[in-house]
Nanobody, 125 residues
Framework: VQLQASGGGLVQAGGSLRLSCAAAGRTFSSLVMAWFRRAPGKEREFVAAISWTGGRTNYADSVKGRFTISRDNAKATVYLQMNSLKPDDTAVYYC???????????????????WGQGTLVTVSS
């Protein structure tokens, strides 16, 4: 599976951005999709995950109420709508996918098979 993330950029605090991640190479609807991020000098961390049909989601506490993950299976694309952005959201954002039985929405990055290249989000104060 190839994952291509896009949509990053520079935004002021309080602003919004929408990230996209297009997938190719496998039936998209069989994949659990997720977003992770790595801030400067920090470990990569879980942001959000979404089930095969989009009916279930899981968010890190730090982004609940501000970020929304969604997917369009017809377009083989997952999105991350980010609102009320803070300087602490500055990071490289990665999309990830797994096809494990059960379709669990795990925050463990070692359980994801596939990774995109990352897109940089910079939030200025």
């Amino acid at each position: 599976v190839q994952l291509q993330a896009s949509g990053g950029g520079l935004v002021q605090a309080g602003g919004s951005l929408r990230l996209s991640c297009a997938a190719a190479g496998r039936t998209f609807s069989s994949l659990v999709m997720a977003w992770f991020r790595r801030a400067p000098g920090k470990e990569r961390e879980f942001v959000a995950a979404i089930s095969w049909t989009g009916g279930r989601t899981n968010y890190a506490d730090s982004v609940k109420g501000r970020f929304t993950i969604s997917r369009d299976n017809a377009k083989a694309t997952v999105y991350l709508q980010m609102n009320s952005l803070k300087p602490d959201d500055t990071a490289v954002y990665y999309c990830a996918a797994h096809a494990r039985r059960g379709g669990f929405l795990t925050a463990r990055e070692d359980l994801y098979h596939y990774w995109g290249q990352g897109t940089l989000v910079t939030v200025s104060s």
